[in-house]
């Protein structure tokens, strides 16, 4: 199974007013150092072509600006992220500090938390070839691949030493980077000690027409996948990846950057819970926001009042509204009001209260049938959940048990579900997720299962009919149906990734503006502005069909409620709340009631029915209904109730 914390998207859990134990988050920071191969066939560009999705760019050229635009979105998305680039196979040689005892090693960009400077540079150096190319000038001897780890080694341990997650992107087309066996070992080494260190090595091997690259020959020996007990770790590129061809109609500065931010997003566990199947059985898991509405980066506020912009801290004071003295946190309570009295709770009492239905815990407390979950039941947002081993060994293999029968079988586990403490306690359905691809076999979905929350009693209302709702007709469904056929995107698939928030685009690239000093744009970039001329070119013609239907069923419905009225009212029966939506008039008792309610139509007890008013009818009432219908009309009202509504559904309303 593979990791969660990959290939998919987690975000962050919502803060609620509740009081939330950060101690349960765990949140993760990247140092990605870039280790980008300059050397002549790295520099070569492809051949020109009349494709207009051909590269146009040389690997390292393609790399750079790859590094470049992660740089970006990670100042915005990870702002304590490090990221650095080391350059080999260069002709100069040095580190930052002055280091040169790696030879033909270049640490272009230190690893370090991007500032706006560093953009710039890089920046320059994609945008100028002419600097580009006084510092991308190739060495003539080729440098070994065992002096580009142990430079890593020392970039890792000297800025990044407490770092949980330090990765080393690996961008070549040698796939025989040494001479000699000897230096193969050496490397191996090398790359066991990176490992050793908690760093994971990601390669991105680059082919050549008239060379492919064969991962087999050296990388599978150095690159291997990290260990599949520690949840956190990143997934190691599997030996059938993609892998980028120049010229082959598949761009590589976007499958480089596509590749690169699928192992670049940010993960924070929501929770790490027991997960209790039966009776002293317990497993760990983690759970995980997998979609998550994206929002602005917090603001704050800064002094610029001294020689040096500072972020202020700010502090927050109670005060006495009759005195405006200062009130400790001590002398607080929280109160709550009930039948116009105010009941306070001391801090420790209203824990209690809190916490009494017990701790955290994931619990199944049944199965069902998956198909037994009504699609109105999704009222929360659903969580991904995926085996832990930090706090139970033998954590993976019980989940993938449970998870391959539960979609074998087609249930579903109904679990008491406790977050964390002071969470209230919610029912939730477990669901088994089954891993998913897309076209080029990348991973879309990771193998798991889904705890959805079920809604209580209290969170259902029945939905008000609304006056004048128009009820569909076989006609209107059909042309609805042509009209929906024309407007189906490609391969009938939303694509998400395709649309990013026209906002949130728009408020980062003005930051970005004015961070790295240039020109604030005019118009944001809307993805998500309808294609008007291609609607109206596809479906126009079936939407006038569909609008002139519809008004001329919309006339002949309302043809009916008024005559319905009007019959109603001319014979003075109770039925006339079925077609009106105001409350109706209080109704005088007749003195022949069994007549009125022999006189009611099908239509009317129906519409009764509906609005579900039909207990509200006295019982001599329905007794006269079924009469007039030639059905039994002995028993209780319940009894009298059930009888209308099977007559009523033999006729089919």
Not at 52 to 60: I, L, N, W, Y
Not at 408 to 430: D, E, H, L, T, Y
Request: charged share 30%; glycine share 6%.
């Amino acid at each position: 199974m593979a990791d969660p914390t990959q290939d998919s998207r987690p975000g962050e859990e919502e803060e609620d007013e509740e009081e939330v134990d950060d101690s349960s988050y765990k949140t993760i920071k990247d140092a990605v150092l870039f280790a980008i191969d300059v050397s002549h066939t790295m520099l070569q560009r492809p051949p020109p072509s009349d494709d207009k999705k051909a590269d146009r760019d040389s690997p390292t050229s393609a790399a750079l600006k790859c590094a470049y635009q992660l740089m970006q979105q990670r100042i915005i998305s990870n702002p304590n992220d490090m990221m650095g680039i080391l350059l080999f196979g260069t002709e100069k040689t040095g580190l930052k500090n002055g280091d040169d005892s790696f030879p033909n090693c270049y640490l272009l960009s230190d690893l370090d938390v991007p500032s706006a400077q560093d953009v710039k540079q890089l920046r320059d150096l994609v945008e100028n070839e002419d600097d580009a190319a006084e510092i991308l000038k190739p060495s003539d001897e080729p440098v070994s691949i065992t002096t580009v780890l142990f430079c890593a080694i020392q970039i890792f341990t000297t800025n990044a030493p407490n770092f949980s997650s330090r990765r080393l992107f690996l961008v070549t087309d040698n796939d025989y980077p040494v001479k000699v066996k000897q230096d193969k070992d050496t490397a191996i080494t090398r790359a066991r000690d990176l490992y050793d260190l908690g760093c994971t090595i990601d390669l991105f091997p680059i082919s050549r027409p008239e060379h492919g690259f064969d991962r087999s020959k050296f990388y599978d020996d150095l690159v291997y996948p990290s260990s599949p007990s520690d949840p956190d770790a990143p997934v190691s590129m599997a030996s059938t990846t993609k892998v980028s061809k120049s010229g082959d109609g598949i761009t590589l500065l976007q499958s480089l950057l596509s590749s690169i931010n699928s192992k670049a997003t940010p993960r924070r566990a929501l929770f790490s819970l027991p997960f209790e199947i039966g009776p002293d059985l317990r497993i760990g898991v983690k759970g995980f926001i997998l979609i998550k509405r994206q929002t602005h980066v917090k603001q704050c506020y800064v002094w610029v009042g001294g020689e040096k912009v500072q972020i202020v801290s700010s502090t927050t004071s109670h005060l006495a509204d009759d005195t405006a003295r200062v009130v400790e946190k001590t002398e607080l309570r929280k109160a709550y009001k009930f039948g116009g009295e105010t009941i306070t709770f001391t801090p420790e009492e209203f824990m209690q209260i809190r916490q009494c239905f017990g701790e955290p815990v994931i619990r199944i407390i049944g199965l069902k049938p998956i198909s037994s979950l009504p699609i109105w039941a999704n009222v929360g947002k659903a969580t991904f959940i995926y085996p832990s081993e930090s706090d139970y060994i033998g954590s993976t293999r019980v989940f993938s048990a449970l998870q391959q029968k539960l979609i074998k079988s087609k249930k579903m586990g109904v679990a008491w579900f406790i977050a964390r403490k002071n969470a209230a306690p919610v029912i939730a359905a477990i669901i088994p997720g089954v891993e998913k691809y897309d076209e080029n076999g990348e991973q879309t979905m990771p193998p798991g299962l889904w705890l959805v929350p079920l809604p209580f009693a209290d969170d259902i209302r029945q939905a008000p009919e609304q006056a004048g709702d128009v009820k569909t007709t076989e006609k209107l469904t059909d042309i609805m149906r042509k009209v929906i056929e024309q407007l189906q995107l490609p391969k009938g698939v939303y694509d998400p990734s395709k649309y990013p928030d026209p906002d949130l685009q728009w408020f980062y690239r003005i930051l970005q503006a004015m961070a790295l000093e240039e020109e604030v744009p005019e118009k944001a970039d809307d993805k998500t502005i309808p294609k008007y001329k291609q609607i109206d070119k596809r479906a126009g013609e079936y939407l006038e069909e569909f609008g002139q239907a519809f008004d001329e069923e919309l006339r002949s419905q309302l043809k009916l409620k008024t005559k319905a009225i009007a019959l109603s009212k001319k014979r003075g029966a109770p039925a006339s709340s079925a077609t009106s939506e105001s409350k109706p008039s209080k109704r005088i008792k007749s003195e022949e009631p069994a007549n009125e309610s022999a006189g009611m139509r099908d239509e009317e007890m129906a519409a009764l029915n509906d609005r579900g008013n039909l207990s509200k009818q006295p019982v001599a009432a329905l007794k006269d209904y079924l009469k007039a219908k030639g059905q039994n009309a002995s028993g209780k009202k319940i009894e009298l109730i059930e009888k209308v509504q099977q007559y009523l559904e033999k006729k089919g309303f």
